[in-house]
């Protein structure tokens, strides 16, 4: 039996599992991620949150807003790479807001959505939701 015959498949197999070990963290979901400061357009048209992790590995890359009624639910996605892999690493996001937005969200998994800020309707003025 020929090594050579077999060697295309065995580097596409060998190529196909660490391409999967390299995208394969990037589609899990974080929920550990954590609001460390925010700040509101002057229109009041989006929030640009600053966010942090409750770990001590690992990086966010990308977030996902999902508006019902008033409330914004953030979904948050590690980056690609592994474990502590910095690759398209970012932790600062815009949500867009509309005049019905009176609550945002993080996800938490398993565990019901953390209230991370909510707007005070009379005055206008978005605060952090006590823990």
Known sequence: MSLKKYAPVLIILI????????????LEKRTDVRLQDFS???DGSAIMIKTSLSASMGFIRDM??????????CSFYRTFGGLNSTIGA???FEIKLDASTEKIYF?????SDA????????????????R
């Not at 190529?15 to 990037?26: M, R």
Request: aromatic share 4%; proline share 4%.
């Open 15 to 26: 190529v196909s599992a660490v391409g999967l070990l390299f995208l394969l963290p990037g």
């Open 40 to 42: 509101v357009s002057k």
């Open 64 to 73: 996902e807003t999902e508006k019902t009624g008033e409330e914004i639910h």
């Open 90 to 92: 970012k932790n600062t």
């Open 107 to 111: 996800d938490r998994g398993e565990e």
């Open 115 to 130: 209230l991370v800020l909510e707007r005070e309707a009379a005055a206008n003025i978005w605060t952090i939701s006590p």
